[in-house]
Nanobody, 120 residues
Framework: QVQLVESGGGLVQPGGSLRLSCAAS????????LGWFRQAPGKKREGVAC????????YYSDSAKGRFTISKDNDKNTVDLQMNGLNAEETAVYYC?????????????WGQGTQVTVSS
């Protein structure tokens, strides 16, 4: 069973930054795509960023491009999401996810989620 453990959520002011981290096992880290989704209250879960396992290529949603950066820490087996310029509409539960590819129709493994609240 794949285990993904998120950390780093919290309260941030509009325009501020936050860094999320997702810890995975070494096997998952080396062999699966790892990404971040988010779900705001009353909305569908949406993909934010993903990093491919085969070549490390990152992929971003249109809203994340230019502000968010996804990266892998090979020493810690974590996938991190640096989020800059956050706005209130991005308040959501952020989930780490893994699968054989980025953006599959049905993600096979989810973390428990971490709350991000953007508010003054």
């Amino acid at each position: 069973q794949v285990q993904l453990v998120e950390s780093g959520g919290g309260l941030v002011q509009p325009g501020g930054s936050l860094r999320l981290s997702c810890a995975a096992s070494a096997f998952v880290f080396d062999n699966y795509a790892l990404g971040w989704f988010r779900q705001a209250p009353g909305k569908k879960r949406e993909g934010v960023a993903c990093i491919n396992s085969s070549d490390g290529s990152p992929y971003y949603s249109d809203s994340a491009k230019g502000r968010f950066t996804i990266s892998k820490d090979n020493d810690k087996n974590t996938v991190d999401l640096q989020m800059n310029g956050l706005n209130a509409e991005e308040t959501a539960v952020y989930y780490c996810a893994s699968d054989v590819i980025c953006w599959p129709r049905d993600v096979s493994s989810w973390g428990q989620g971490t709350q991000v609240t953007v508010s003054s």
